[in-house]
């Protein structure tokens, strides 16, 4: 892998969709960086051979994200966390310093709550429901819960009830988790009374009918957040809106967590705000200006 441009990219299975590539290239190529990001689709036997060469001296990858379903499975690979990402038990994003050593980020939570702060939301004493019990559900909930003014209360359904109850317990023996409540049903959510409603499951994915809500029990005074963003109304948004409701799709999730990403790879510098612009246009579109 040596004599090659420096080079970043995404490990998961499978990774083909992703838009992360879309998202730094563009950076890189606004910023004058001769550098690439690239997918690295992974089969699971061929995570270890991959840290093994990510280790090598030679080795031109100097940044990673890392996606489904390697979030947890990596952290045995790095050599440290930070402090957000230890308490998640959650990594997006890899950072190598000079001497090959691998720092496990995760901007999934940090970028959600720039996310929020953009939609002009506080979640300080607001009423959180919550639909779905995946990783997203994790790192919302773990930076829900480690901010200074927290929800009044999450309230949590998953079709799998174990699933949740496992994620709660789990992030229970890291931070506070008493202001979360498992619910055995979406009726129980609560959502007439919500401020925020999250959907972190993937109905509305490509499927434009698709939705779990009854569009009965949304309202005016709320936030509706939906992590999908293909299409980027989902039903569940469009019948937010027709309620009157604020929408926001997952674009906004994933944006903040790249840029976070980047920053990190870049040593903590910030991105210039025309060039956020610019990549957050072609997020919005899917392909290059
Ligand atoms: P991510 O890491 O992106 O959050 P994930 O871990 O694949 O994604 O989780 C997907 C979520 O969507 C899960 O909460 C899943 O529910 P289960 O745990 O019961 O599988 C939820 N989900 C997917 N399809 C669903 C459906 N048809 N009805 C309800 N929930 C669904």
Request: contains cysteine.
């Amino acid at each position: 892998m040596s004599a090659e441009k420096p080079t970043y990219g995404i490990i998961g299975y499978p990774v083909e969709h992703s838009l992360s590539p879309l998202m730094h290239n563009t950076a890189f190529e606004e910023l004058g960086v001769a550098a690439i990001y690239k997918l690295f689709p992974l089969q699971e036997d061929e995570l270890p051979q991959f840290f093994i060469d990510l280790r090598k001296k030679d080795c031109p990858v100097f940044g990673l994200n890392v996606t489904v379903p390697y979030k947890e499975k990596v952290i045995g690979q790095l050599d440290s966390l930070t402090p957000f990402a230890l308490k998640a038990m959650w990594v997006n994003t890899i950072v190598m310093s000079g001497e090959r050593k691998m720092i496990g980020h995760n901007t999934d939570g940090p970028g959600f709550l720039a996310h929020l702060a953009e939609l002009e939301f506080s979640p300080g004493g607001k009423r959180v429901a919550i639909l779905g019990a995946g990783g997203t559900t994790r790192a919302i909930i773990a930076s829900l819960s480690l901010i200074p003014e927290r929800p009044e209360s999450i309230l949590l359904y998953n079709r799998t009830a174990g699933k949740a109850e496992a994620l709660v317990r789990d992030l229970g023996q890291r931070m506070d988790v008493s202001h979360v409540h498992l619910v055995p049903s979406i009726d129980d959510l609560n959502i007439e009374l919500a401020d925020l409603l999250i959907n972190t499951t993937s109905v509305g994915l490509k499927d434009p009918q698709a939705c779990l809500i009854d569009e009965e029990r949304l309202h005016s005074d709320m936030l509706v957040y939906d992590v999908v963003y293909d299409p980027r109304e989902t039903k569940l948004l469009r019948i937010a809106q027709e309620k009157g409701a604020s929408v926001a799709n997952g674009l906004g999730l994933l944006f903040y967590q790249g840029i976070l990403s980047f920053q990190h790879w870049a040593g903590g510098q910030e991105l210039d705000q025309k060039i956020k612009n610019k990549i957050r246009k072609v997020l919005e579109t899917g392909k290059s200006l």
